[in-house]
């Protein structure tokens, strides 16, 4: 059941760490936090989990993975939406840096302007989890 109060960054500072986690439906290698379930839930945002579960296991990053370990090892994750309801999707090593992946999304109805998602590898399982929960 989705909650339908409006989400807002506040709502997301929240979170600051914890142990539970959640396996995504799709694969045994990508866990999220808390945190980015309430952002999925809240913002109707299941979507982008999905996005960047299908974009961790893509040949493109991996071939990234391949040619810059530290992309197999941390990446963060910015959904920065425009006035016209499109999106883009990017992923970055480090900032100041070009995007390892970057997605252009037509349409969203996601609430926030922005949201940043950190995804760190064990070198088995990705975790996604908001930048508070670090």
């Given at each position: 059941m989705t909650d339908h109060r409006?989400?807002?960054?506040?709502d997301l500072r929240q979170f600051t760490g914890d142990l539970k986690r959640y396996r995504h439906w799709a694969t045994r290698s990508v866990i999220?936090?808390?945190g980015i379930q309430f952002l999925a839930e809240t913002g109707?945002?299941?979507?982008?989990?999905?996005?960047?579960?299908?974009?961790?296991?893509?040949?493109?990053?991996?071939?990234r993975?391949?040619?810059?370990?530290?992309?197999?090892?941390?990446?963060?994750?910015?959904?920065?939406?425009?006035?016209?309801?499109?999106?883009?999707?990017?992923?970055v090593v480090?900032?100041?840096e070009p995007p390892v992946f970057q997605k252009?999304?037509?349409?969203?109805?996601?609430?926030?302007d922005q949201v940043d998602i950190w995804s760190a590898c064990d070198g088995v399982v990705w975790t996604l989890y908001l930048p508070s929960e670090h």
């Open positions: 409006t989400l807002t960054h506040a999220y936090t808390p109707g945002a299941y979507w982008l989990i999905d996005e960047i579960v299908f974009a961790l296991g893509s040949k493109h990053l991996q071939r993975f391949e040619a810059d370990p530290r992309a197999a090892e941390m990446l963060f994750w910015t959904l920065r939406v425009s006035p016209d309801a499109s999106a883009t999707l990017a992923a480090d900032q100041d252009q999304i037509s349409f969203t109805d996601f609430p926030l």
